[in-house]
């Protein structure tokens, strides 16, 4: 071999000497790190409460005729909400895109944009108000207001549009 070629072959030997002892040298301060971290330590309840939940089965098995047991929903207990007034609807439903004609929806206070949809007739108002038209949804995109709700809303839209149902 040459001088050269021997050389190259040290300086090639010693690059590769350098990269194995610095992963070796990563591969123990990531053990180090990693043990310390992890010792072997009793989880907490807020730890075996979210890992039980996590591994909780989504159904049950039936191997029986006999009719599943009946559960209670904590919500179930609870009494029905008083039902929002109109104005309350209007705030916290339909005003996000009425107060703006937000995609040419009919602006709260504008006789002019609603003169035109009054005059298909109340219960079509109502109609669409219940299932949805174009871009707006049903209910406003609140499945949980009832019909007399919407009603209560529709009817101060328009009060507010000096129109009257």
């Known amino acids: 071999m040459s001088e050269q070629e021997n050389e190259s072959m040290l300086t090639l030997v010693g ?8 992963a070796v ?5 990531a053990y180090l790190i990693g043990g310390f971290a992890h010792k072997d330590r009793p989880l907490e309840a807020r730890e075996i409460a979210a890992l039980e939940q996590r591994i909780a089965p989504i159904g049950e098995v039936r191997t029986s005729d006999q009719p599943p047991m ?8 609870a009494a029905p909400a008083e039902p929002r007034s109109g104005s309350e609807v209007v705030q916290q439903v339909c005003a996000a895109c ?6 040419g929806a009919p602006k709260i206070g504008s006789k002019e944009d609603w003169q035109p949809r009054l005059a298909q007739g109340f219960d079509t108002l109502m109609d ?5 038209i174009r871009t707006m949804p ?3 995109g609140n499945p949980s207001l009832t019909e007399d709700e919407l009603k209560a809303a529709l ?11």
């Open 155 to 165: 009817t101060e839209m328009l009060q507010q549009s000096s129109l009257s149902p």
């Open 25 to 29: 040298f990563i591969g123990i301060l």
């Open 70 to 77: 009946e559960t209670v929903d904590a919500g179930a207990s």
């Open 15 to 22: 690059v590769l000497g350098a990269m194995v002892a610095f």
């Open 128 to 132: 669409h108000t219940v299932n949805g």
């Open 138 to 140: 049903p209910k406003g």
């Open 98 to 103: 009425h107060s703006a004609g937000v995609l």
